[in-house]
Nanobody
Framework: QVQLVESGGGSVQAGGSLRLSCVVS????????MGWFRQAPGKEHEGVAG???????TYADSVKGRFTISEDNAEHTLYLDMNSMKPEDAAMYYC?????????????????????RGQGTQVTVSS
């Protein structure tokens, strides 16, 4: 049974930081396109960060330079370090995994469409 379990969400003030974690089980951890997407109330899903089957990381323009995706292959865990957070970063954050394709920037764009995803972790940012 495929499971993705996110943790690390919470409340933070603008300018603050959070680290999200996603433990993947029941699925060959790599090499696949994996990443994080978010959804805020009334808004569409947005791919935030992705790491493709070659290990290439890509980001949405809205978070580039502030967020970093990383992974611990041995622990089958994906991370998202969020720094210099803004109120517009507030959303439910999900991790997801998909096929080996797509690669590069197509990976982060595709992440919201993947069926294998966690239940999400809530992030709130106060101004």
């Amino acid at each position: 049974q495929v499971q993705l379990v996110e943790s690390g969400g919470g409340s933070v003030q603008a300018g603050g930081s959070l680290r999200l974690s996603c433990v993947v089980s029941g699925f060959p951890y790599r090499p696949y396109c994996m990443g994080w997407f978010r959804q805020a109330p009334g808004k569409e899903h947005e791919g935030v960060a992705g790491v493709d089957s070659d290990g290439i990381t890509t980001y949405a323009d809205s978070v580039k330079g502030r967020f970093t995706i990383s992974e611990d292959n041995a622990e089958h865990t994906l991370y998202l370090d969020m720094n210099s957070m803004k109120p517009e970063d507030a959303a439910m954050y999900y991790c997801a995994t998909g096929p080996p394709q797509p690669r590069g920037f197509e990976c982060v764009q595709a992440v919201p469409s993947f069926g294998y995803r966690g239940q999400g972790t809530q992030v709130t940012v106060s101004s």
